[in-house]
């Protein structure tokens, strides 16, 4: 265990750290996010180039391959496209409305089966879909929803409240993620659940949902082919959730408000809903890319970098630009991944532990390709000292700080402090912790089975221009490039604050894999259970 703003020895070489650099980030970023890799789509001639491109690559760089002599990992996956014909029908008090998909309502279904549907499902309000024993919370408390359909607020009531002492105040739970939300509903025994969108609480606009949630939806392959998520699932745009709240004599605004309290109670809004989703379905298999540098004295025990390689591919049913090039998510994290790569694969001598770099594949879809190798780890997970990810890097220049995703959560904080302050820099926590950032990348799925993650973010404080200017690029990135064919790559972009960050995490990760010491989670944090019990029962790494 390393205190936090201790420096764990011994330093990084400066050659390797100086082989990071703008010249061969640029190339990497500008083939992966060029038209011709279509949009990196998974099981798609986009994965075939950006598979083939990152093998190539990670050889080059000094790897061998990483799974048992293989650079890939086959994912097998489910593809389910539902028809976008599909009508959200709500009947009550004599007459009958519909709801369109993609300007009012998204809806799918997770089941593997050609055709799932809703028939006069009675609606219910169910605030925010949580049930938290550590919070003494439980909305579904005193009403059974079996069979009916649920509808629900996005993220926490501590981001409503922001009360610091409320759940996590402005900071998202796990429980504030629209994946928990389906999970429990799931387990509610509901026929449909639906989550009503608002744009800063969700942290993206309603075109995200459109985009993300519409075509071919990929989900790992379960064995009862996941009867047991709900039949339908969905969002609904505020305005239409207010209007259907209307219809029924109510008032969201109102009932929002008694959705912060411990004592709130689920209300039927009198109104039943139908809709018949029909699906195309596909399995395919994807693939993660793995490469390996094994470990000169301890090779039993690993260092992970990851980033994901995939994006959301192309929409032809788009006029003009029809490619999600994902230029910024997640392009410049896995040429970041390469540039590290290359820094250990030039060492003279390799480090004491193994060093695992990971490309995974179907993030957009779910973190589906973290969560394949959580289940069937290339390296043993209690052998797997740390995770450390990428997913978007800095393309607007110097910053004097850093951001740190979960910045309290465990030791690895100690290790990245002790770096960004020789480097004159400071770290800062997540600046926008409502929208959940910690749960909506690969390394997740490393943390909820004990792997104690490291996951940075680009700084705000621009070292010219200050913060306005930093919180001003992230703004526009998410309201005009995130999750649309516009996230294409810049020749013009400042990648100098990239670089920077990449040396930055090639320290943490040099330090870790020279090291003998085992990181491990906080006290009190919600991941430290799992890892202790990890631990418990490893053997010896080598």
């Known amino acids: 265990m390393v205190p936090a703003g201790c420096a764990p020895d011994p330093e990084a070489p400066a050659d390797a750290l100086q082989g990071i650099d703008d010249a061969g980030l640029r190339e990497h970023i500008a ?59 709500i009947s009550g008090d004599d007459r009958e409305e519909t709801l369109e998909y993609g300007t009012e309502m998204m809806a799918w279904t997770k089941r593997v089966i050609d055709r799932s549907s809703l028939a006069d499902s009675e609606l219910v309000f169910v605030g925010y879909g949580i049930v938290a024993p550590e919070y003494g919370w439980d909305d579904y408390a005193g009403v059974d929803v079996a069979g009916k359909t649920v509808v629900m607020l996005v993220n ?60 071919p939806q990929f989900g790992l392959v379960a064995e009862d082919a996941n009867l047991s998520r709900p039949a339908v699932e969905g969002w609904l745009t505020l305005d ?39 699906n195309t379905i596909e399995r395919s298999t994807s693939h993660n890319v793995v490469g390996r540098l094994a470990g000169a004295d301890r090779p039993g025990e690993a260092i992970v970098y990851m980033a994901h390689w995939d994006h959301l591919g192309k929409d032809e049913t788009l006029e003009g630009d029809e490619i999600y090039n994902g230029a910024l998510d997640n392009a410049t994290g896995v040429a970041g991944l390469i540039e590290i790569a290359a820094a250990f694969g030039g060492l003279e001598r390799p480090p004491a532990r193994t060093v695992l770099f990971l490309a995974v594949t179907a993030e957009e879809q779910g973190l589906l390709g973290s969560d394949h190798y959580g289940e069937y780890p290339v390296h043993p997970l209690d052998r797997t000292v740390a995770a450390i990810n990428m997913d978007g890097l800095n393309t607007v220049g110097p910053m004097n700080d850093i951001t740190v995703v979960g910045l309290g959560n465990s030791d690895l904080d100690g290790y990245l402090e002790a770096v960004v302050s020789a480097a004159g820099r400071v770290i800062r926590p997540d600046p926008e912790p409502e929208k959940g950032f910690f749960y909506r990348s690969d390394h997740f799925n490393f943390a909820k089975r004990g792997v104690p ?9 621009h070292v010219e221009r200050g913060e306005s200017y930093g919180r001003r690029m992230r703004e526009a990135y998410t309201a005009e490039r995130y999750h649309k064919p516009t996230d294409e790559y ?33 006290e009190g944090n919600e991941f430290r259970a799992a890892r202790d019990q990890m631990m418990e029962g490893a053997g010896g790494g080598d």
Do not use: C
């Open 31 to 89: 083939v992966l996010a060029s038209d011709e890799f279509e949009g990196r789509a998974p099981v798609s001639r986009g994965e075939e180039l950006t598979i083939a491109y990152l093998a190539e690559a990670f050889g080059a760089a000094g790897l061998e391959p990483g799974n048992d002599g293989e650079w890939l990992q086959p994912v097998p996956l489910v593809s389910i496209t539902a028809d976008p014909g599909m009508r959200l029908a």
């Open 156 to 215: 926490d009531p501590g981001y409503a409240t922001g009360d610091p002492a409320h759940f996590n105040g402005r900071a998202m739970t796990y429980y504030g993620r629209w994946t928990y939300k389906f999970e429990e509903a799931g387990r509610q025994g509901v026929a449909g659940a639906l989550i009503i969108h608002e744009t800063d609480a969700a942290g993206y606009p309603w075109e995200v949902v459109a985009s993300s949630w519409s075509g």
């Open 240 to 278: 239409a959730a207010a209007a259907l709240f209307e219809r029924a004599g109510l008032d969201l605004a109102t009932l929002s408000g008694r959705a912060v309290r411990e004592d709130f109670q689920a209300a039927s809004l009198g109104l039943a809903a139908s809709l018949e989703i029909r």
């Open 453 to 461: 993650a490291l996951y940075t973010d680009s700084g705000i404080d």
């Open 490 to 522: 810049d020749p013009t972009w400042d990648l100098d604050g990239a670089v920077d960050d990449l040396r930055l995490l090639f320290e943490v990760g040099y330090r870790l894999a020279q090291g003998a010491e085992w990181p491990t989670w906080r």
